[in-house]
């Protein structure tokens, strides 16, 4: 994934603040990042007058940024998956975070699963719904009607997993269109 990022660009969710502050004096960016009250908070301090407009810019603070969110996803996905993994009684082996943009989760054969770290942009509800998603391909490793009722259990009823994977395709749209840019 890559985001055209601006001067005034943030993340603010439930789960995580993100802030970019241009600094005097300052060569090379340097972060600040906390864990308070479950939720991330980071600070990006970046040269003053950085030219945003730079295509080689744009792609130095999106690894800043992507390096940020994989500090934090171990710190804040992590304790989720293990929550609802320990709730469902379904075992995974590994959790992997990877800078991809095709997909928010996967999971493979070897009981692995696998998210990018871009999902700490999503609301805490639909990464919620990701995680449960992924761990129900732990017993189904399809979309068929007996993965959907699996997911169904875990988030509130019959239904209610479409209704947020369809949430969650709005969120991806919504995402594009806020941040996201083409690559050359």
Not at 55 to 76: D, G, H, M, S
Not at 103 to 120: D, T
Not at 130 to 140: G, I, M, Q, R
Request: include cysteine; charge should be positive; proline fraction near 3%.
């Amino acid at each position: 994934m890559r985001l055209q990022i601006s001067s005034d660009f943030s993340i603010n969710t439930d789960l995580l603040s993100l802030t970019l502050t241009e600094q005097a004096g300052r060569t090379a960016a340097q972060s600040r990042m906390a864990i308070e009250n479950g939720r991330g908070k980071a600070e990006i301090y970046l040269p003053e007058g950085i030219k945003f407009s730079d295509y080689q810019v744009q792609e130095w603070l999106n690894k800043v940024i992507a390096e940020t969110l994989r500090w934090f996803c171990p710190r804040l996905v992590t304790p989720r998956l293990l929550q609802f993994s320990q709730t469902y009684t379904l075992n995974y082996n590994r959790v992997t975070y990877k800078d991809v943009s095709s997909r928010w989760g996967s999971c493979s054969s070897k009981k692995n699963v696998n998210f990018s770290l871009w999902i700490l942009l999503a609301p805490s509800h639909l990464v919620d719904y990701v995680l449960k998603h992924e761990l129900s391909h732990l017993k189904h490793l399809d979309h068929s009607a007996a993965f959907w009722a699996e997911v169904d259990g875990m988030c509130g009823g019959p239904g209610a997993a479409k209704i947020l994977d369809k949430a969650m395709n709005e969120f991806s749209k919504e995402l594009s269109k806020k941040f996201l840019r083409r690559r050359r």
